[in-house]
């Protein structure tokens, strides 16, 4: 398995080209056509096959077919980019406005590398690799709309990998590899409750019906969901990001809006969580002679390594790179990745590549104007794609 990595590393200066290349030219959410438009152009350049645009908007997949038998994995790639302007000095910087501010550009590039290595193997690959370029990971609609629009079918995908790169994880140093069993990322989901009472005179409480005292109570009520109801070893976030109510110091309103977010690490929480926002709003409001009116939107489910799955990845990530660069994650994280929504369909794993070189300059955050990778480390990911789609049916 060394020998991929050697390849990866021979392919270095055209990995970094593309990585350049997407990170001068940042599209936002589902409107990615000329990150679409560039990574097809390489694609045909490459020869990879089966190339498709247009899935789920600006989606784009390509296969790549082994010359045994096999089944058939996918590699998941997000493309988007922020609405955040560059302040990096680079001379690939963005111009237009928006960044590469989360290291998709690098994840596309890998996932191209990939495909090269693995078109270069096709007499060892056994089965099919089915490469999957995502927009609209940041807003969390992409991976949606391409499973919606088919991309896990003709041929169907049996198991998935998808990485991340940066420092997310601070304990994944750049070079290193983190791997997480069970929850690794949350649900993200979103409700609005619309707290109803009757419209009145501040001075004269008893002829209305208060909504915002029925608000103030529930936004305390709803916590209690967590505080008392869940197992304190379980873990869940109730947010409330949004409140608004009246427009006059004399008038009792007629409504008071919440809005907030729930974080779940698992599907029955994700369910307990969401039936008790229900069932406290509407008490509470009804205890208060009110009415509450909720609306739960679910958005990416819990990111979900499949353990036997992961445990296959470790142990070829360990041969690949070296036991010692292999770390486990000690906790997941409350924020979501939509990956979710394949591996909720498919066993697979979601890995974390170390990409920030604190050494180099590279201490600024995800979503930062200043957010910068080490370009070294970027032959190990697409090594780790490349060769763990050659090792994962043996
Ligand atoms: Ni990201």
Redesign the pocket.
Known sequence: MQRILEEAKKISEEITGWRRHLHEIPELGLETPKTAAYIVQELKKMGAEDIREHIGGWGVSALVKGEKPGKTLGIRA?CDALPIKEETGLPFASKNGLMHA???DA?AAMALSAAKLLLASKAELAGTVKFIFQPA??NVQGAKAMIDDGVMENPHVDALIGL?T?C?WKEIGPGEIGVRFGSMMAAVDRFVVTFKGKGGHGATPHLAVDPVTMTATAVLELQTILSRELSPLDSAVLTIGRIEGGRAFNIIAENCVIEGTVRTLNPTTRAFVEERIRTVASRVAEGMRGDAEVAYEAGPPALINNADFTRKFQAFAAGLAGAEKVKEIGEPTMGG?DVAYFLEMVPGTFFVHGGCNPEKGQVYP?HNPKFDLDEETFPLGAALFAGFALNWQN
Request: hydrophobic share 10%.
């Open positions: 997000d989360c290291g998709h994840h990971e940041e991340h940066g997310l990745e995800h």
